[in-house]
Structures are given as C-alpha cells and as structure tokens.
C-alpha cells in the first residue's frame, strides 16, 4: 500500500517538511558524489550509525545518530522515505509549529535508532535512512487523524482508505519482519525494529508535544474529498 495523499487540510505551509526533504535530497546527492565504492563506503561508514562502535566509542560516534537519518541506500529507498514524510508530516508540523516538529522528529528518529541498537549490539553494518523518524511521524498521524482519508495505491489500482488501514497495516508488517529478522527467515537489511521504534515513540510523543499547543478544532473535509477524488 503505497500513500499518495490524504484529505486532512492544514492551515501552514510545510515549510520544515519541505526543509526535511531537500536535506535528505542534498545528502543522498552528496553520497552519489563520491568517487568509487571504496570512497563511498568511507563515507557511509564515516557519517552512519555504526552500533559496534558507537557503542564501543560513544563520544566519539554520536554525531552519528543525527547524520545517519539523512543518508540513503538507494534511490527506492530515498523517494520511498520522502513520499511518506510529503504525505504525513505536513499535518504534524501544521499541528505541532516548526521548532517542536523538528524535536518531536529527531527524537523520533533516536528512539528509532536505539531500539535497532539494542536488538543487535554487536553488528557493524551501517544505518541508514530517515525511516525511523518519518515512522515517528507516522505514529503521531495514527494518532491524531486515524480517519483521514488516503488516496492509496495497492498494486495497480488507487483507493480511498482511512489511515488506521494505511498505518496499521505498514507497523503489523513491520512487526513480523522484526520477528522474522530475529529467526533469521528476514533478510534484505531493513532495520525493522528502528521503525517499530520510532513509530511507537512518535504514537507516545505526539501528545506531549502537543502539550500548550492550541487545538484548531477544525473538521476534516471528507466529503469534499469524496466528490474530488
């Protein structure tokens, strides 16, 4: 199920969601900038969680836990990650304002990462990717908008569905592959835990965050999506 675009207006426009991205573009870009695997690989592994040796060099490896969720593996995995952020962020952003966004974000994406971490110590191949804090992001949304209506695209057909669907199919997906990486029948390097985590996080953040905030009280515009779409 791949989300194109939902029914919830905002009120602002996204510019931080929009910021998220063009770093993460900027990177990615960067990373295709150097010469040769050899380069490449350096690099990776220079500015990628690395959880053996920020374990072992916590002082040393920590700017890693920020510079890895703006790294990519390919060109699938960046567009992937973005279409999600494009879809579900600008509602938390809308509701949260820009400053506590970014934090409920980062956070988000460090929660990710710690709970990847602690279910494999010892590896030493890299993390990447922003998923972790988009998959924050994505809790937050379930939480606050279960009933937003995403246009969806499920194999070749584009569908109108509720986000509790959208959502709650990709955290039961991401659950049994955690399972399945933990029985060793997964494989493929998706840090599936990193997502549990950040999502679960962002599903307990959200509110926290939201504390102070005033609440716009507006009404989703369901139907008119429905004549729209």
């Known amino acids: 199920m791949i989300p194109l675009h939902d029914s919830n207006p905002t009120r602002t426009t996204p510019l931080l969601t929009i910021g998220l991205i063009i770093v993460n573009v900027l990177a990615w870009l960067l990373e295709l900038s150097q010469e040769g695997q050899g ?4 690099f990776v592994v220079q500015w990628a969680i690395v959880p053996a040796e920020l374990l072992s060099q916590p002082l040393q ?8 969720m703006f790294l990519h593996g390919s060109w699938g995995h960046l567009i992937g990650n973005m279409l999600y952020l494009w879809v579900f ?34 590896s030493r191949v890299p993390l990447v990717g922003a998923s972790g804090a988009i998959a924050g992001v994505m809790g937050g949304y379930l939480l606050l908008y279960p009933r937003a209506r995403i246009m969806t695209l499920v ?21 049994f592959g955690g399972v399945g990486s933990l029985s060793g029948t997964e494989q493929g390097g998706v840090a599936f ?18 504390i102070g905030r005033p609440d716009p009280g507006r009404r989703m515009v369901e139907d ?6």
């Open 39 to 42: 380069q490449l690989n350096e």
């Open 89 to 122: 962020g600008d509602n938390i952003e809308d509701r949260m304002g820009r400053v506590r966004y970014l934090l409920f974000y980062l956070v988000s994406g460090i929660v990710a990462a710690g709970l990847q971490i602690a279910f494999d110590p010892d």
């Open 155 to 175: 194999g070749y057909f584009r569908t109108n569905v509720p986000a509790v669907l959208v959502l709650g199919f990709w955290i039961v997906f991401q659950f």
């Open 61 to 68: 490896e920590l700017p890693t836990v920020f510079t890895s």
């Open 193 to 210: 835990f990193a997502h549990i985590g950040g999502f679960v996080a962002g599903m307990l953040l959200v509110k926290p965050f939201l």
């Open 224 to 229: 008119d999506y429905q004549r729209r779409y």
